[in-house]
Structure formats: C-alpha cells, structure tokens
C-alpha cells in the first residue's frame, strides 16, 4: 500500500518537472522548430509511459486492495455480528435479572406461578402456554399456570418421565405434530396441526415439571422466544425447588417425625394462638393405656405402630381446625375450637369406640385411651388448662382407663 502511493507520488513529480523543463525549453531564444517538434514528441511519449505507469500502479492497487477490501468486510461483518450478540446477550441478561428478582420476591408457588403469568402474557406472543408442575411424589404432573390470553398448550402427559424433554434434560422443539419424530402427545392431540417447545424444569437433578408452548404448524417459537422459556424454565426449577426445600424444613421442624402431628412446641404456639381469638375451645390431654406393657410384650415396633395408630384415628375423627399434637411419648394434645367440654366428650366416646373396631380390623393388639377434657370456661390460659385437663385425665386412669373425663373447677372458698 505504501509502495504504490509512492509510485503515484514519483509519477506526479516526473510529471510537474518534465512539465516545467520542456516549458522553459521552450522558452528558450533561437529554438529551431525541429527542436522543438522533437520536444513535443518526447513530452507526448513521457505523458504516455506516464499513463501506463498510472494505469499499472491502479491495477497493483487494486489487486492489493481486493483483498484487503475483503478483509474488511469481514471484520466489519463480524463486528456487528458481535455487536448484534452482545445486545442479545445484555437483553438476555437484564430480563434473567429481573425475572430473578421477582422471584426472589415471591413467597410460594403461587407467587412464582403469578410471575410466570405475566412472562408468559408479555414474551410469548401468538403462542399458547402452560406449566405443569410435579406433586411432592415427583410421579404426577398437573397444569398450575397457563397464558393468561393465548390459553393452555393442551400437553396432556401425566407422569414427568412421560415427557421427553424431562427424559432427555434438555429442551425439545417439534415443527410440526405431524412428523414421524413428533412428541407423541402432541401428535395424539385433537384439532389442527402445531408445533412446539418443551422446557424441562428441574431442581439439583430432579425433575419437577416442564414448560410447554405451541404455536402454528410449521412455526415453533423463534430464538427469542426458545431462550425466554429455557431461562424462564431454570429459574423457575431453582425458586420453586428452594419453596419446597424450605416447606419441608419447616415441616420436619414443626412436626413428629413417627406419627406426622404437630410436635409440641408447634402445638403449643398453634393453640395459644387460638386461645388468642377470644372464642371457646375444647383442651384435650390423651394417653395411650399400659403403653409401658405393650411396648415391653409385643416390642418397641409394635409400640410405634400403636401410636400411629392412634394418631390416625384421631385425626380421621377431627375437623380441619382442630389442632392434634404429640406432647411427648404416649402423650397427646387436642384442641377444638368453637367447641365447649360436653360436645369434645361426645367425640372423643366416638374417637373410643372407632379406635377399638380399627384395632380389631387390623388384627393388632388392642389399643386404648383415656382423656381428660376442659375448656375456656375453666381458664384462659394454655398452663392452666393443660393442668385441668391432666387432672381429669388421672381421674380417667384412675377409675379404670379407656375412658373420658371432664375437669370439674374447684372453687378456692371450696
């Protein structure tokens, strides 16, 4: 490049000063006209060496230039393929950041089931959506959030390992229902043709759902669309994983690991806030009879099953708002809310009476309880009731057990 820009350079040069030499030649006093005639022909023969010098310092020019021409086309290609990219890439990272935030913001899986609502209202646009999530089994799938507008993709796959997105852990894009290779509960589907994408969603391995769009035959969602959902899809895994990880801390936390009931610190916070309400409650305090006895006659697992089998009982025999917990060993808690001590002993005769047809079904030995009731006529405070309730229950044991007591309040003049 330098070389024929010094061509040029040595060409004007020659030019200018043959230019200026045959004019003063010219000029000169007594020059013949053969002389003259001579000089025109030499200066007409410079011009044209100089043209063809001209013309072949063009050509090597351009056949320097070719290349390097292209050369820059494609770096300037690049260049905006780059650019391009890199805008993708930062609209990909600001819409991953503010789908994190938001669900980090939710609370459970109705709130992050709230934020894929709206992703899916504002970037699948003409596609049909759903989500369906996994139960706590992991074994069944059911649809928890569709496209507010567009409406469900209609995927009717039951079980995640059903899916083959789930089975192959990646994401799965058919054209059209109709190909030979196309997800088979697509194909089975009713009306016309489509296409689609399926998303798996997972948590640290384990499958909880997929993420289905479809669309128009021929037409699955674009790249746009294909990279929202995957990234939709792996921060949804991880929120709802870390939701139902957290439950079932709290849950193993609150709760008897043996029989499933409220453990008794929860069950102790769960009735004082009852008794907080300011409405009547039943308080119940139950105890497995000669459950030493059993324990040493037929084992400790038979004990264990004695107590499921009570706990199960029970709580077959209570309502939704009834609080049940295992205070301790053979130990149990009721409290009943909006009930006084005469309705709580009807039930619990109930509970005496189905707990013994249980045991003589499943062919175990025979388990009995007795109880001792109260309620918020005879105190305001847990403390206070928990005692009126243990004292009828001694008054229960001691007039034989497999029974049911009330406190009796005595006065303080009595």
């Known amino acids: ?18 230019h200026r030499i045959l004019a003063d030649m010219r000029d000169e006093p007594g020059a013949s ?14 011009n044209v060496l100089s043209v063809c010098a ?18 820059l086309r494609q770096q300037s290609d690049l260049l905006e393929e780059v650019e391009v990219a890199e805008a993708i890439d930062s609209r990909r990272q600001r819409f991953g950041t503010q789908l994190h935030e938001a669900l980090e913001m939710a609370e459970n899986e109705k709130g992050i089931g709230r934020v894929v609502e709206h ?18 089994s992991e074994a069944h799938l059911s649809r928890t959030v569709v496209h507010p507008r567009e409406g469900a993709a209609g995927c009717e796959v039951a079980m995640p390992f059903e899916c083959p997105a789930v089975k192959r852990a990646t994401a799965q894009a058919f054209e059209s229902s109709s190909a030979v290779n196309a ?19 997972a948590f640290m391995g384990r499958s909880l759902g997929v993420l289905h769009v479809a669309g128009p035959d021929g037409c699955p969602p674009g790249d746009m669309e294909t990279d929202r959902v995957t990234v939709l899809a ?5 929120a709802i994983g870390t939701v139902r990880a957290f439950a079932k801390a709290q849950l193993q936390a609150s709760t008897d690991g043996l029989t499933g009931l409220l453990n008794r610190r929860s069950g102790e916070d769960q009735i004082s806030r009852r008794l907080g309400d300011d409405e009547p409650c039943s308080i119940v305090m139950a105890d497995l009879d000669h459950f030493k006895l059993l324990n040493d006659t037929y084992g400790h697992d038979a004990g264990d099953r004695a107590l499921r089998l009570f706990a199960e009982t029970v ?8 609080i049940f917990a295992r205070w301790g060993g053979e130990e149990f808690v009721i409290a009943m809310p909006r009930t006084d001590a005469s309705a709580a ?19 175990t030995p025979s388990v009995t309880a007795s109880f001792g009731v109260t309620d918020t006529t005879m105190g305001r405070y847990l403390a206070d009731l928990l005692r009126l309730a243990d004292g009828a229950l001694q008054t229960a044991k001691a007039q034989g057990r497999n029974r049911v007591r009330t406190a009796v309040l005595v006065s303080a003049s009595g």
Do not use: K
């Open 1 to 18: 490049m330098g070389g024929v820009t010094f061509g040029f350079v040595l060409l004007l040069i020659d030019w200018v000063t043959r």
């Open 33 to 46: 006209s053969s002389v003259l005639s001579a000089l025109d022909g030499f200066a007409t023969s410079n």
């Open 54 to 71: 001209a013309l072949a310092l063009v050509a090597l020019a351009m056949f320097m230039f070719r290349p390097l021409d292209r050369h």
């Open 119 to 136: 992703v899916m209202g504002t970037e699948l646009v003409g596609y049909q959506a759903e989500l369906l999530l996994a139960d706590s």
């Open 183 to 201: 997800c088979p509960h697509l194909r089975d589907r009713p009306g016309e043709a489509r296409s689609a994408l399926c998303v798996p969603v």
């Open 234 to 238: 792996g921060q949804v895994g991880s």
């Open 315 to 322: 709580r077959r025999s209570l309502r939704a708002d009834d």
């Open 345 to 363: 002993t009807e039930i619990l005769e109930r509970v005496r009476i189905v707990l013994a047809e249980t045991c003589e079904r499943a062919e």
